[in-house]
């Protein structure tokens, strides 16, 4: 059965940094595109970043462009999302997600309907 875990968040200040993890099981994914999304609470689930199967593209939510950046370890299986200069907007609870890579995802990676499996979460909290 397929699984995603992510790992990585907490507690921390405005202007600290964080790295969330994402550890894929129960199949490659080496040909899935990857993506973060996250929810704020009362909030829809929103796009945070993405990045293709061969690390060639990478996208990202104008809010997070430039202090975030996303990377991916097809060995592992894995994928992590590097968050600096978090700010209060930034907490919520972060999900990650995969999804068998096709021409669509080029112009919907940022919506919830090209991946196929989600992790249960991790709670990322940033405090003034």
């Known amino acids: 059965q397929v699984q995603l875990v992510e790992s990585g968040g907490g507690l921390v200040q405005t202007g600290e940094s964080l790295r969330l993890s994402c550890a894929a099981s129960?199949?490659?994914?080496?040909?899935?595109?990857l993506g973060w999304f996250r929810q704020a609470p009362g909030t829809e689930r929103q796009f945070v970043a993405a990045?293709?199967?061969?690390?060639?593209?990478?996208y990202y939510s104008p809010s997070v462009k430039g202090r975030f950046t996303i990377s991916r370890d097809n060995a592992r299986n894995t994928v992590h999302l590097q968050m600096n200069s978090l700010i209060l907007a930034d907490t919520a609870v972060y999900y990650c997600?995969?999804?068998?890579?096709?021409?669509?995802?080029?112009?919907?990676?940022?919506?919830?309907?090209?991946?196929?499996?989600w992790g249960r979460g991790t709670q990322v909290t940033v405090s003034s």
């Open positions: 129960g199949g490659s994914f080496s040909k899935h595109a």
């Open positions: 990045i293709t199967w061969n690390t060639a593209n990478k």
């Open positions: 997600a995969a999804g068998l890579q096709t021409p669509d995802f080029y112009t919907h990676y940022h919506e919830r309907g090209p991946y196929d499996y």
